[in-house]
């Protein structure tokens, strides 16, 4: 599996637009990005996922360049209850899945 | 109405003992996992059942023994604790095994302590 780079923390404030990008240089062509949000003390929680340009849903949204060796996940307007851990993983479309978490990144959303 | 759930929440136990976590999912999931994050909170996954069968398990020592006894639940049970033991362990359980049913839910956690 590929691994991704992402940046360790983010700071932002409420209303605010965050842009969180992951680099996976060496994804494969069966790969896809699917990002995953902890918050403390809690078990991961799935976000969003995708293979090639862009694909929203009710919390976010992530673009994928036409390399796809990178992905942005952009979440609107945060509030003070986005404040987690966000992880870029690349899953595979073949065999088992298994999920490898790199160190995400904490985002700070502060009034 | 709880979709993974784990027990206890909090474990506090001495070096050496043997004790263990039960997960247990109401979603009618095939396939349950067992993750440990350390006290840097790296997330990592140990084991991987599918119907009640083995198909992950990642280089953990055979103190740790997962146990599955029917599609619903996957408890782990750890011999001869260490204190490098301690950490939150989360279960969580998706639909199938591939990209199908990838999308993987968690439980709150099992904090275990080894004094």
């Known amino acids: 599996l590929a691994k991704t780079t992402q940046p360790i923390s983010m700071d932002s404030y409420e209303g605010q637009e965050v842009n969180i990008t992951c680099s996976h240089n060496n994804i494969a062509t069966n790969d896809y990005i699917t990002w995953y949000q902890q918050f403390p003390s809690q078990g991961p929680r799935f976000i969003i996922q995708?293979?090639?340009t862009k694909v929203t849903n009710e919390v976010a949204s992530l673009f994928i360049p036409a390399d796809r060796k990178s992905s942005t996940l952009s979440l609107p307007r945060v509030s003070l209850s986005d404040t987690a851990v966000y992880y870029c993983?690349?899953?595979?479309?073949?065999?088992?899945?298994?999920?490898?978490f790199g160190t995400g990144t904490r985002l700070l959303v502060s009034p | 109405d709880t979709a993974v759930s784990q027990t206890p929440k909090y474990l506090v136990t001495q070096m050496g003992n043997d004790k263990s976590i039960k997960c247990e999912q109401n979603?009618?999931?095939?396939?349950m996992y067992w993750y440990k994050q350390d006290s840097k909170k790296f997330l990592k996954i140990m084991f991987s059942y599918n119907n009640k069968e083995l198909i992950i398990n990642e280089t953990v020592p055979n103190r740790f023994s997962p146990k599955s006894p029917d599609k619903a639940h996957l408890n782990l049970h750890i011999n001869s604790l260490e204190l490098g033991d301690s950490a939150v362990y989360f279960c969580?359980?998706?639909?199938?095994?591939?990209?199908?049913?990838?999308?993987?839910?968690f439980g709150p956690g099992t904090r275990l302590t080894v004094t």
């Open positions: 969580a359980s998706s639909q199938g095994i591939n990209l199908d049913g990838y999308e993987q839910y």
């Open positions: 995708g293979y090639k």
């Open positions: 979603l009618g999931h095939d396939t």
């Open positions: 993983l690349v899953v595979s479309n073949t065999g088992f899945q298994k999920l490898v």
